[in-house]
């Protein structure tokens, strides 16, 4: 970019070339070598899709799959909007690493390109994915104070690569591995491909008898085989052997967990179900524990929060937590934000109130609740990181938090054969704000749908946003949430200067001369936004 204003926006389409074959698979990750810029918003327009943003910060990760909608050639599969961070005139190279692709020629014969991982930069030369002539879609000229960076950056990646193959060699000789549906020792994004190809009955794909009892329960990540093992009301049509089974939602579910949105919970049976719970004897103490994994097998901490919601209620609303910490009492009992992850459990232990002498009062089909968060590296955490907005005119909109003002609706519909179809742009489709609606506006372009903050407005919120069909599918609806946010207040405040360990704790409001010298002591400013979420 050239001359470019801090504040300032634009954005990049994500863009293969499949030729005459059509793309069915795509796993892209998108590096931005410069802090000048940062992705503040990505859409895409797949059913089986998702766009992961600052997850690490200089990171986008574009993945989808069960692409029904025939496309070929050029194909656009995501468009990142980036935020201008300083007043620069630069080149800033963004590097796309393909990490999966599949596409199926006239015949289905299927070419997977997941072995190359090679990075792409813009504008150097092409390269070939089993067989698939990937070519230039930006001309640049790269500046050469850019070669070294770019070379360190790639030569990095390479490391990273190399270590995470490592990893998945060990884990395939070594141990199960969580959402491994193909059975080629680790999980990526050609497994939620197998799910989609399990859910539909594709050739190879209808029985499920070949299958070992772990690669069957991948089938099934949102675990309903656990509470309902005879239950297959939920699996594919014609579907004759039981669970556990794939389901639509588990599609959906298991492109979360790669997309880092969601978390594996490790349970493989009814048994460990019921050993999450153990019941004390009087007085006692009540524990939970569940094991929650990321999407490479590996223990998470930093980025998810676990809470249990215990359905008691009169004096046990009183009990008293020894692991974990009580969070707050909620419509249907208590609720308690787990410890952990100790070797990938969280853990929760309580007794009963002290007004009882810590021992339980007795209560029948007491039921509990495991709520997973999960947060990014800007700590934005919710349903699948809800899009959040916010007015133009509010600080939250500027650097650095950098909130969008507008968010891009989808509409996909699923039909029985597993077949979608974009009605975004459908005269069929009604979108209305069912709650919320003084605050956002929904505007149908030529070209997209879009929610919006209402300038001039006030106040914050979840905004409820509906789309129906009611000449075409009275009875369906979808919903999606956009939450607008806001600053609520600032503080400033005066810490000593140089910093050590525990002076953000102290005030420094005076400014004195420092015994037998001339030099005046110093101080650092810290100001701190709190949003209205």
């Not at 997941?114 to 070519?135: F, M, Y």
């Not at 490391?159 to 998945?168: G, V, W």
């Not at 594919?236 to 790669?258: F, K, M, R």
């Not at 994994?293 to 009169?314: C, L, M, R």
Request: with cysteine; glycine share 8%; hydrophobic share 35%.
């Amino acid at each position: 970019f050239t001359s470019t204003a801090a504040g300032e926006t634009f954005s990049v389409p994500v863009q293969i070339e499949t030729g005459s074959n059509t793309l069915n698979l795509f796993d892209i990750l998108l590096t931005i070598v410069d802090t000048d810029v940062v992705a503040i918003a990505c859409s895409i327009d797949f059913f089986v899709a998702s766009c992961t943003i600052n997850d690490p910060p200089t990171q986008v990760l574009i993945t989808g799959t069960a692409v029904s909608t025939n496309q070929s050639g050029l194909v656009t599969v995501g468009m990142v909007t980036l935020q201008v961070q300083s007043e620069a005139s630069a080149l800033s190279p963004i590097i796309g690493t393909i990490q999966g692709l599949q596409t199926s020629d006239s015949s289905s014969e299927i070419s997977n390109a997941r072995g190359n991982q090679v990075a792409i930069v813009a504008g150097q030369g092409t390269h070939e994915l089993s067989g698939l002539r990937w070519r230039r879609l930006l001309e640049v000229e790269v500046m050469a104070a850019y070669e070294s960076r770019l070379a360190d950056t790639l030569a990095q990646q390479q490391r990273e690569l190399d270590a995470r193959r490592a990893r998945r060699y060990l884990l395939q000789t070594t141990m199960d591995v969580l959402g491994d549906v193909n059975r080629d020792g680790f999980f990526d994004t050609f497994d939620v491909q197998a799910l989609v190809n399990w859910v539909v009955g594709s050739s190879g794909y209808t029985n499920p008898t070949r299958l070992t009892t772990f690669q069957r329960q991948q089938l099934d990540p949102t675990l309903d085989f656990l509470t309902s093992p005879d239950d297959t009301s939920k699996c594919p049509q014609g579907w004759t052997y039981g669970t556990p089974c794939p389901h639509t939602q588990d599609i959906v579910y298991s492109n979360y967990v790669y997309a880092n949105f969601y978390r594996w919970m490790k349970l493989s049976s009814p048994e460990e179900v019921d050993a999450a719970v153990s019941v004390p004897t009087e007085p006692g103490v009540l524990t939970f524990s569940v094991p929650i994994y990321g999407k490479d097998n590996t223990v998470v901490s930093d980025s998810t929060v676990v809470q249990f919601e215990i359905g008691v209620t009169g004096d046990n609303l009183q009990m008293q937590w020894s692991v974990g910490t009580y969070v707050s009492s909620s419509d249907d009992g208590v609720l308690v934000m787990a410890s952990g992850p100790c070797s990938g459990v969280y853990t929760a232990s309580g007794t009963g109130p002290t007004s009882n002498g810590n021992a339980f009062v007795a209560e029948s089909e007491v039921g509990f609740v495991v709520i997973v968060k999960t947060y990014d590296s800007n700590g934005a955490s919710g349903n699948q990181r809800p899009t959040k907005i916010s007015r133009s005119s509010d600080g939250a909109a500027n650097s650095p938090i950098n909130t969008a003002t507008s968010s891009t609706l989808t509409v996909t519909a699923t039909f029985d054969d597993g077949t979608t179809r974009d009605f975004t742009l459908d005269s069929r489709s009604t979108y209305t704000v069912t709650s919320g609606g003084a605050l956002v506006e929904v505007t149908v372009g030529t070209s997209s749908v879009t929610a919006s903050v209402i300038e001039g407005t006030t106040g914050f919120g979840a905004v409820t946003i509906e789309v129906s069909f009611p000449t075409y599918a009275s009875s369906i609806t979808a919903t999606t949430i956009v939450t607008v946010i806001g600053v609520s207040s600032v503080a400033l405040s005066s810490n000593p200067y140089p910093t050590y360990n525990g002076s953000s704790s102290f005030t420094e409001s005076v400014l004195s001369l420092v015994q037998c010298t001339h030099t005046y002591q110093r101080a650092v400013l810290m100001a701190t936004a709190t949003l209205s979420d």
